[in-house]
């Protein structure tokens, strides 16, 4: 009965040995191609998403944070 046992848990620990590199290779594998998926093809367009409404419409004064200094 003790060698049924022991049978059963090296099945068990060889199968873990084989799945979790395996799972862990395939969740690899789909979270890069999604994030090469993510990955705009022109790097303009990202520019222009994430640019505000005052740098699309190309004012000068956009992305100015700071406020002017009326001393000379």
């Given amino acids: 009965m003790a060698s049924i046992l022991f049978v059963g848990s090296f099945l068990a620990g060889s199968l ?4 979790i590199p395996i ?9 890069q191609t ?7 093809r022109n790097p303009a367009e990202t520019a ?4 505000g409404a005052a740098e699309v419409e190309g004012r000068t004064d956009a992305g100015d944070g700071a406020p002017q200094s009326t001393n000379p």
């Fill in 48 to 51: 222009a998403q994430g640019a």
């Fill in 23 to 31: 799972s862990l290779l395939i969740a690899l594998v789909v979270w």
């Fill in 34 to 40: 999604r994030a090469i998926m993510r990955v705009p």
């Fill in 16 to 19: 873990l040995s084989l799945l």
